[in-house]
């Protein structure tokens, strides 16, 4: 089977073929730490953390890089707001993005570099700019001649005259054309800064990425990715920068996950409606959002609300009781039978499609789909009367590969305390002397403390509510 993705450059699937066989160099533009991320800041989190784990699964070797940008007008805007400094600020909401994206079953990026910490990189990358011809100092900024490179526009499939229509040098701008963008901004007084050959000042945005992808990565990549906000222009200009530097391809794939509306409206601030990731997942089970947030094609726009969170709840609590009586089934389960041959094919046929899916521009929402259904088919053999514990194992380990690579885990992590656990076990004792006023009563009881029981064939369960 051959992974085929989605390229933004040639707006066409094609077929992964990596620079370097088994290996894969995967460069993902990370937050600007001024404040905590939303919900739209996390889908990219989710959605390439998703794309690297399968890539490990289908046995990469993945090199994951994802910078934090811990300074620029954001930051020196919240410094001056907070009465503090711009480090202090950004480490506070470094702290709270890994928080986050780890409640949300994200790994760690394999380097997460800082802007701060490859000030000197940055700027002998622009300096090599201006010694080719690309850009050119003008009152301590420096810019970047877009015109001087053939190929602007290409990643967004625009050209530079329909460009040039919707540009125009802003009051204070030293630069010679409109479409000219900053690679390094003169310090106003009071603000963080360091020096250079152009006097103090600081990096613009997107030089950034360019440096610290080239350090960390190399010249040419396998996988840029970010949010579809930022083809352009942040993607177009990485694009400029590097390859009118390094003369190379800067990235042989380029990925970008769809937007997020909230109740059907774009999300911002003006209308009220900027949901922080700190702030839902207090509400709701961070597994839960991930999971919503895998349930449409990455490419695809989303919707967020909280009815459709209660739904993504609900879909995922019957995988999650399904895993769980497939655990307590194992006990009772027998050797393996001659009948059972033709499960363990059934489980080996949801694993190939599985990677058929995921393969298919890493269509997650298909991939979760086929976990639904081998949900259905784990309940139908726990149906039967007798069980083996190699198809039982089978089943509950094509759940745990499936779920790690949609980062999520269909155990529990809470346990009955000793008084509750009694609780359970006085209610199957009464239902057995069939004594159902005192087993309701239990029932009702255990209800109230948010404990909900199910009586199946295979014993009583229980979830929390």
Known sequence: MTIR????????????????PGKVKMYVCGPTVYNYIHIGNARPAIVYDTVRRYLEYRGYEVNFVSNFTDVDDKLIKAANELGEDVPTIAERFIDAYFEDVTALG?????VHPRVTENIDLIIDFIQALIDKGYAYEAGGDVYYRTREFEG?????????????????????????????????????????SWESPWGHGR???????????????????????????????HHENEIAQSEALNEKPFAKYWMHNGYININNEKMSKSLGNFVLVHDIIKEIDPQIVRFFMLSVHYRHPINFSQELLESTKNAFDRIKTSYGNLGHRIESSTNLTENDNDWLNKINAFREQFIKEMDDDFNTANAISILFDLAKQANYYMEEQNTSKEVIQAFLHEFDQIGDVLGVQFTSDDLLDEEIEEMIQQRIQARKDRNFALSDEIRDRLKELNIILEDTPQGTRWKRG
Not at 11 to 19: A, D, P, S
Not at 106 to 110: L, P, Q
Request: glycine share 8%; net charge negative.
């Open 152 to 192: 602007y526009g290409k990643l967004s499939h625009q050209s530079i005259d329909e460009l040039r229509l919707g540009n125009r040098i802003e009051v204070g701008e030293k630069k010679q054309d409109a479409l000219d963008f900053v690679l390094w901004k003169a310090a106003k007084d009071g603000e963080i």
């Open 5 to 20: 993705l989605y390229n933004t450059l040639t707006r066409q699937k094609e077929t992964f073929e990596t620079l370097e």
């Open 106 to 110: 994200c790994k760690r990026a394999t």
């Open 203 to 233: 990096p613009g945005w997107h030089i950034e990425c360019s440096a610290m992808a080239k350090k960390y990565l190399g010249d040419t990549i396998d996988i840029h990715a970010g949010g579809q906000d930022l083809t352009f222009p």
